[in-house]
């Protein structure tokens, strides 16, 4: 794969690097993922967004937060919008690099 360098807060950035922390960051979730389906079990119900189908589980809400916590660690001035802990508000986009984060689905 080859390396391509972008702009990211007045700072050149290699591509690969950030791919690599956006890894890290979706593996860290995979363990609370298998967890919670071990045995067979399911997340309890922590509210709806929506509607009644529009589940958040307790999983949903820890992968969030983990991954959240890997990528707030490499980039802190970035914004980040959460399906989960802030999925129903509304946004006002800007020039910062972005995260847009939605664990399982």
């Given at each position: ?40 079990s399911r ?63």
């Amino acid at each position: 794969l080859a390396s391509r360098i972008f702009l990211f807060f007045d700072s050149m950035v290699d591509l690969a690097v950030v791919l690599q922390h956006a890894k890290e960051a979706a593996h860290v979730a995979g363990p609370i993922i298998r967890k919670a389906w071990a045995a067979g079990s399911r997340s309890s119900i922590e509210a709806t967004k929506m509607n009644a189908v529009d589940l958040v589980t307790e999983t949903d809400q820890q992968c969030e937060a983990a991954i959240l916590a890997v990528l707030k660690a490499n980039y802190p001035d970035a914004e980040y919008i959460g399906e989960e802990t802030v999925g129903s508000g509304k946004y006002q986009l800007s020039d910062k690099p972005t995260w847009i984060i939605d664990p399982i689905d």
